[in-house]
C-alpha cells in the first residue's frame, strides 16, 4: 500500500496508522497479507514496516 504527503513530511498521522490497522485486519479476513505501507512525500519517504508500525 502506498500514498504521498504533498506537505512533504513522511511521518504517518494517527488517521494514516488507525486506517493501516482497519485495511490490514480487513485484508486478513480474505487471507491477503499486507506487507508494507509506504508514505511518498519531497522530504523522503517512510516504510510502515520498517518503522514497527505494521
Given amino acids: 500500500m502506498c500514498h ?3 506537505s ?3 511521518k504517518p498521522s494517527r ?3 488507525e486506517m493501516t490497522k482497519k ?3 480487513a485484508a ?3 487471507s491477503i497479507t499486507l506487507h ?3 508514505i511518498v512525500s519531497r522530504g523522503g519517504h ?3 514496516r520498517s518503522e514497527g508500525l505494521l
Fill in 15 to 17: 488517521a494514516d496508522i
Fill in 36 to 38: 508494507d505501507h509506504v
Fill in 4 to 6: 504521498n504527503h504533498p
Fill in 8 to 10: 512533504g513530511d513522511p
Fill in 28 to 30: 486478513a479476513a480474505v
Fill in 46 to 48: 517512510l516504510s510502515f
Fill in 23 to 25: 485495511v490490514k485486519e
